[in-house]
Nanobody, 125 residues
């Protein structure tokens, strides 16, 4: 069982930046960030696997960067040029499932086993 705790959410103006952090209680091969806005389904934002290969949702490419510090078991999401449509609860997720151990990357939330409680990001236009 891996416990995840997100931090870094805040209210910012459009065009601003934030960095989210996710502290994990142990190592997992694949981790990712997901978000859910009110009335919408949870969607994948960015994921990273054990060789630091990454994948991003089209809506955040070029603006968000996911990274991972394995020594600290911490996942990050650097968010630049924030837009009002980025407003959501952001969740950290992790898995050590077989598809991940073989270098896979998946942005669907059903592929992840462990979840944090979320951190709120609000972008004012």
């Amino acid at each position: 069982q891996v416990q995840l705790e997100e931090s870094g959410g805040a209210s910012v103006q459009a065009g601003g930046s934030l960095r989210l952090s996710c502290a994990a209680s142990g190592y997992t091969d694949c981790m990712g960030w997901f978000r859910q806005a009110p009335g919408k389904e949870r969607e994948g934002v960015a994921v990273i696997n054990n060789d630091r290969t990454t994948s991003y949702a089209d809506s955040v490419k070029g603006r968000f960067t996911i990274s991972k510090d394995n020594a600290k078991n911490t996942l990050y999401l650097q968010m630049n040029s924030l837009k009002s449509e980025d407003t959501a609860m952001y969740y950290c997720a992790a898995t050590g499932a077989p598809w991940c151990r073989f270098g896979g990357l998946r942005l669907d939330s059903t592929a992840y086993d462990y979840w944090g409680q979320g951190t709120q990001v609000t972008v004012a236009s």
